[in-house]
């Protein structure tokens, strides 16, 4: 994890990259509030989950809003899971050298995203952990150590109560929101 100076004088306004496991043009709720709201100074980008039965991979891209650039990427049916991550990172990694990001914020809204995006080099990292995730149905079964692996690299964590009072926080995290 990268390490930042701050300087109480200057202002932070480096790129946001968002993962989400939300579509933004599902239902305007928190994630659509926040990084529209981050858009005003900064450039935002969500990279949403992928959409399969792409004859061939790529990413479809939305501006929705003002400053906030959605990603959505295309990928084929059927693929093993290894070669879906690897590619899905490979798009991520395609994306945002197109998009000349290099200082940024990572925005998790999912652990889902670390095996694809895990490698990046944030200058900080954000879980806004909205939901119990894996409480849902047909949760992956990987999906709580994935949890851990972003608590444990997570400069802040956002998290509402019900989902605060069914873990706690890592001993060393720096910011624990609820």
Do not use: K
């Not at 946001?16 to 709201?37: A, D, I, K």
């Not at 692996?149 to 001993?171: C, G, K, M, W, Y």
């Amino acid at each position: 994890m990268a390490q930042m100076t701050r300087d109480p004088g200057l202002r932070m306004a480096s790129d946001l990259v968002c993962f989400s496991h939300l579509r933004w043009s599902w239902v305007y709720q928190r994630p659509q509030h926040l990084m529209t709201r981050a858009a005003r100074d900064r450039r935002v980008f969500v990279f949403e989950e992928p959409l399969e039965g792409a004859s061939r991979p790529g990413i479809d891209v939305s501006h929705p809003a003002s400053g906030v650039t959605v990603a959505t990427p295309r990928l084929p049916s059927g693929l093993p899971n290894g070669e879906r991550i690897l590619l899905q990172r490979d798009l991520l990694d395609a994306f945002m050298g197109r998009e000349n990001i290099r200082h940024f914020t990572a925005w998790f809204y999912t652990p889902m995203a670390l095996p694809f995006a895990g490698h990046l080099e944030p200058e900080l990292t954000v879980y806004d952990c909205m939901d119990e995730l894996s409480a849902f149905a047909g949760a992956p079964a990987d999906l709580g150590a994935l949890e851990r692996q972003l608590f444990n690299r997570s400069d802040i964590v956002f998290t509402h109560e019900p989902v605060a009072r069914l873990r706690e926080p890592p001993a060393d995290i720096r910011s624990w929101v609820r």
